[in-house]
Structure formats: structure tokens, C-alpha cells
């Protein structure tokens, strides 16, 4: 009797403990999404979009066109400058909105990533030219490595494009989405995008971080032909090193160069200017 009654004691502890870890574990994920909504509705927006997240097009030259796709939880505000310095030197340039961004976190948490894929590509179809040149900031230049796989361009353009990615936390994903949804960007990301004015989530959904995975696991590097341009930040520390390398040594283009970019973070490029520059020549060059 008393073995029998240490054993229902022992599993009510066990279930005890399970009921505890649930409770706490829902709180944590209420606290986490509660957080999120409060930051995200302090952010201006007009039509549901953050203000500076619209899409936009600049038409110019009917021979030359560039789509220019920006990166994970950020926004096309994030190519303004780079945009008018091309249409500037006539060129076309399209800069779309990819879903899930420009509104709030949860809805980039609900989208999958062939949303993103099918969105490149009918905007690469909008674009209007004879030639047509692709350029992908981070999470946007593995898409812009995906088009270049799946069409026939004239060039593609990648910056931080991600292969590999540094966190030592990703496996783990499955585990921390128990007690999280988001997880907060690095306090000095944030400081930078107040003092640059940028248009980006403060906040990660851990169920894009898997999307965005699958998206590279998709990509066919071998595929692309066409003249291909990389450039990767030396002091990037969300994406490895390896990845510039990787896409340099796994891509069949005669034409390739890869360019590492001194003093320059994931998100902030020194020098901009001399990039710029650089995106125009490889234009002219290919044209």
C-alpha cells in the first residue's frame, strides 16, 4: 500500500511539473507578444504600412533595369538612396515590399517563404526593360541568387546574402519558440536604425528565422550563369564569412567578383558612396 501510494505521489509531482512548466511557458510567450504589440504601435503608419516601408518605382530608361530587394524585417526604405543615385544615371529601378514586413512583426510570423519567392519574381516580371539586373540586401540577395537561378538576367548583385548564419541558437528554435515568439534585435541594431531613420522591425519572429532557412535551402547556386557580383561586410556578425565564399565557389558565371567590405557591418556599409559606385560600373559593364 504505502509503494502504491509513493507511486501516485511521484506521478502527481510529475504532473505537477508539466502543468507548472505549461503555465510558465504561456506566460512567457504572452509577456514576449504583448512586449512586441506595444513597441510596434508606437511606429507611425498611414494605410497600415510603416511610414517609409512603400514600395516604390522610378521609371527611366526603357534598356536598363534594376530590382532592388531588401533584407529580412527590414523595408524598401532601405534602398531610397541607392535607388535615386541609379535613376539619377537613367536607370529603371523597381523596389518592392516583401510580405510580412512594413506593418507589424506578427505579420511576418504567418508568412512562409514562398510568399517571398513568388512576390521576386512578379516584380522582376514588372519590371519593364530590356535588361534586367538583380540586387538583394542579406535575406533580399538570397533572393536575388534565387531569380538569377530561375531566369535568364544580366547580372546579380548580392550584400550579406545568407548561406550560413552565426547564431549558435538556431537549432534550438523549435525549443524557445516554447516560451518565446520574438526575439529583440541587438540593442546598438536598434540605436542604428533610429539614427539612419530606417524602416525595420525591432523584434525577430522565430518562425521567419525557419522560413528564411528554407529559402536557402532552396536556392541552386550552380544554376547561375550570369555575371554575378558579391559583396559581404568584414564585421558582419549575423552572417558567416563562409557565405561570400561559398556563393563565389559554388556559382558556374565566368563573370564574378567578390568584394569584402572593410569597416562595414551587416547593416551599415562604409563607404557607401564607393559601393554605389561599384554597383554602377558592374551595370555598364554588363550591360
Not at 556559382?251 to 562604409?270: A, P, V, W
Request: proline residues 3%; glycine residues 4%.
Amino acid at each position: 500500500m504505502n509503494i502504491l501510494l509513493k507511486k501516485i505521489i511521484e506521478k502527481r509531482g510529475i504532473i505537477a511539473a508539466i502543468i507548472i512548466f505549461i503555465f510558465i511557458a504561456a506566460l512567457s510567450k504572452t509577456v514576449n507578444e504583448l512586449g512586441v504589440n506595444y513597441l510596434a504601435r508606437q511606429q507611425e503608419r498611414e494605410n497600415g504600412l510603416m511610414v517609409g516601408a512603400e514600395p516604390f518605382f522610378i521609371q527611366r530608361d526603357r534598356e536598363v533595369g534594376v530590382l532592388l530587394i531588401h533584407g529580412f524585417t527590414s523595408s524598401s526604405k532601405d534602398f531610397q538612396g541607392l535607388a535615386e543615385f541609379l535613376a539619377e544615371k537613367n536607370i529603371t529601378v523597381y523596389v518592392p515590399l516583401l510580405p510580412g514586413h512594413g506593418t507589424h512583426p506578427s505579420d511576418l510570423k504567418s508568412t512562409k517563404y514562398e510568399e517571398w519567392v513568388d512576390v521576386a519574381q512578379q516584380s522582376l516580371d514588372l519590371l519593364d526593360t530590356e535588361k534586367k539586373f538583380v540586387l538583394g540586401y542579406s535575406m533580399g540577395g538570397a533572393l536575388a541568387l534565387h531569380l538569377a537561378a530561375q531566369n535568364d538576367l544580366s547580372g546579380v548583385i548580392s550584400i550579406n546574402a545568407p548561406m550560413f548564419l552565426t547564431s549558435r541558437y538556431i537549432p534550438f528554435i523549435p525549443l524557445i519558440k516554447l516560451v518565446e515568439t520574438y526575439v529583440a534585435k541587438n540593442s546598438e541594431d536598434i540605436i542604428q536604425f533610429i539614427d539612419e531613420k530606417r524602416v525595420a522591425y525591432d523584434s525577430v519572429p522565430l518562425a521567419s528565422i525557419t522560413e528564411m532557412q528554407k529559402l536557402i535551402s532552396i536556392i541552386q547556386l550552380p544554376s547561375i550563369t550570369e555575371p554575378v557580383l558579391i559583396f559581404q561586410a568584414d564585421n558582419d556578425r549575423i552572417v558567416s564569412l563562409e557565405s561570400a565564399d561559398y556563393i563565389y565557389n559554388n556559382i558556374r558565371s565566368d563573370n564574378k567578383e567578390l568584394i569584402f567590405l572593410s569597416n562595414s557591418t551587416h547593416s551599415k556599409i562604409n563607404n557607401q558612396q564607393d559601393a554605389f559606385n561599384t554597383v554602377y560600373e558592374f551595370i555598364l559593364s554588363n550591360q
